[in-house]
């Protein structure tokens, strides 16, 4: 059977190290709804591109020793440009960080997470969900870092578009949100709206990731 006659999201990984590509592939396991190829070049990648289009390519920016990151933005600037409907999540250590790095990114609209000790599948998981779904997500050691580069989205949601945004997650419609928040349905279509040009999604289902991932205690309240 033809990798996309499987009904999973195809995932080629970018990778040169070893460790990483062992924990990528502990990360994903639990996850059936991801088959994973592999590239330890953009050679390779290049080369698996054209005989098996992936879904998503998780794309390591420090690949070779000494790290040539110029080639891996040029390849991910090439992806975009040539084969728009491929997402692509950009990933590093936060050694390689750097304003230049994040704002490429940023502009071609391409996720961007960093390799830490204590990130886990779950966030990579999350990250994966929200580009299928034409979002971008940053980790926040970038955000922390970089507030000049790229923009905090929590900060950019007003109270209301926050509470929406829970709304979302919990599955209500319009209708619902207008009579929980006590306000007309065209108006918390609008806002929904405003949400998914904020976070940088096309649906939904993008917002109630975003809000998941930038709300794990779901602790807004909705009721006032």
């Not at 000494?66 to 991910?76: Q, R, W």
């Amino acid at each position: 059977m033809n990798n996309k006659e499987s009904g999973k999201c195809i995932i080629l990984c970018v990778e040169d190290q070893i460790g990483y590509i062992a924990g990528v592939e502990k990360f994903l396991s639990p996850y059936p709804q991801y088959e994973i190829s592999w590239a330890i070049s953009l050679v390779d990648a290049q080369k698996v591109i054209a005989s098996n289009k992936p879904h998503i390519i998780l794309l390591d920016l420090a690949l070779s020793n000494p790290p040539n990151i110029d080639d891996a933005l040029e390849f991910m600037d090439n992806v975009r440009a040539n084969l728009p409907e491929i997402k692509v999540v950009i990933y590093s250590g936060a050694n390689f960080i750097k304003p230049k790095y994040v704002e490429r990114a940023l502009n071609a609209g391409v996720s961007y997470l960093v390799k830490e000790d204590n990130w886990t599948g779950k966030e990579l998981d999350c990250a994966l969900q929200i580009a299928m779904l034409g979002g971008v997500v940053y980790s926040q050691a970038v955000v922390q870092r970089f507030k000049g580069v790229i923009h905090d989205e929590e900060s950019l949601l007003t109270r209301r578009q926050i509470q929406v945004a829970k709304c979302v997650f919990m599955e209500m419609t319009n209708n619902q949100i207008a009579q929980n928040l006590h306000i007309s349905v065209p108006r918390a279509r609008d806002i929904v709206s405003e949400i998914m040009e904020k976070v940088h999604c096309e649906s939904r289902a993008g917002i109630a990731l975003w809000y998941q991932k930038n709300y794990p205690q779901d602790d807004v309240n909705i009721t006032d």
